[in-house]
C-alpha cells in the first residue's frame, strides 16, 4: 500500500496466476499448459521471421490472424476481435458491456478472473450457485441482469454444458451480453461459434494458450455480432493500438491452419485424461466429468491440501484453491502420458494411499 495510489487500485485484489517455477526437474500440471509444442509450421514461422522487420508497427487491425479465424470459423472478417491473449480480450468486453445499472451474472466457481475484472472496471456482479456436483445449470441465470458470463467447459471445474441449454439462454436473455468463455472447448466440449450468426448479443471467447499451445505468444480471441466486436475494438483503440506483435499474429495464423497437428495433439490430451481418470480412481480419487485439459479431483478421504504439498515435495505442481466449497478438490492439468503416468506413481507412493479394487 502506497499513499501515492489511487483511490481505485487502494481496494484491489488482483488475480494470482499459477506459479512458474524457476528450477528445472518440476513436473508442471499447475497452469493447464499443453504439454506438446505449438504446430511444427507456427514454429517455422518464428525461426525463420526476418528481425529486420521488427523495426516497424505491427498490423494494429491484425488483418492476416482476423482473415485465418473468419476462414476457420466460417464468419466474417467483422465477426472477429482479437487481443493479447483471452485476458486481454476479457477485459475489453468487461469494459465494453457489463458497465449497466443491473448485475454481471457469473457462476459462484468459475475463472477467478471475472471478480477481478468487475472491481477493476466498477461492475456490480451476483454470483449464482452452481448445481450438484458443479453442474452448470443456465436456467438460474433468469433474473434481470447487465451480462452473463460464464465459462464453458467452465473452469475449475471441468464441467461442460450443452449447446441446447445455451440456445435456451440466449432465446430467454436478449436484453444484455451473453459472454461463453471457451477456453478449454477444443477437449471435447461443443463450441457455441455457430450461434453467433443467430443471436446479436453471444460473444464467444477463446485462447490459443490451451489448445494451440501458444500461451507464452499471448493471442485471445472473440466471435461474434458486428456491433459487438466494434464494441471490443472501441475499448481496444482506447487503450492500446497494437496489442499482438508481429510472431504472434504470424504464428497464430500458422497455428490455426494446422489443423491436422491441432487435432492430432487434442485428441492425445483427451485419451491420456481418460486413462488418468481411471488410473486415479484405482487410487481413490473422484474426478468430475471433465470436458477440458486438467482434472478436478477430490480424494475419498485424504485432503486436498496435504496431497499438493505431497506432490510438491515430489517436484509436481497441481493448482490447489483454498475457497470454502472447492477447498477439497485438486486442478491437475493433463500432461503427456509419461508425466501422467508419473503423477499416478508418485501417488501410489503416498503413505495413505493403497489401489483399492474399486469395480
Ligand atoms: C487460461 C484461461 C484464459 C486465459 O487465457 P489467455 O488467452 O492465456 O489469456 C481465459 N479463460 C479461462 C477460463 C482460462 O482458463
Known sequence: MSKYWSDAIQRLTPYVPGEQPKESGITKLNTNENPYPPSP??????????????????????????????????????????????DEVLAH??????????????????????PVYCDLFDIQSKQVALGEEFALNLEDYSESNGGIIFANPNAPTSRAVGLGDIEALLQRNTESVVVVDEAYVDFGAESAVDLTHKYPNLLVIQTFSKSRSLAGMRVGYAIGHEDLITGLEMVKNSFNSYPLDMLAIESAVAAVEDIEYFNETTQQIIDTREWTVERMAELGFISLPSKTNFLFSRHRFLEAAELMGYLRSKKILVRYFSKPGIDNYLRITIGTPEEMKLLVDTLEGHPDIFKMDVS
Open 41 to 86: 509450421k507456427a514454429a517455422a514461422v518464428i525461426t525463420e521471421f526476418d528481425t529486420d522487420r521488427l523495426r516497424l508497427y505491427s498490423d494494429p487491425d491484425c488483418s492476416k490472424l482476423k482473415d485465418a479465424l473468419a476462414g476457420h470459423f466460417k464468419v466474417g472478417r467483422e465477426n472477429v476481435f482479437v487481443g493479447n491473449g483471452s
Open 93 to 114: 468486453t468487461f469494459a465494453a458491456f457489463f458497465r449497466n445499472d443491473l448485475p454481471l451474472l457469473m457462476p459462484e466457481f468459475t475463472y477467478s478472473f471475472y
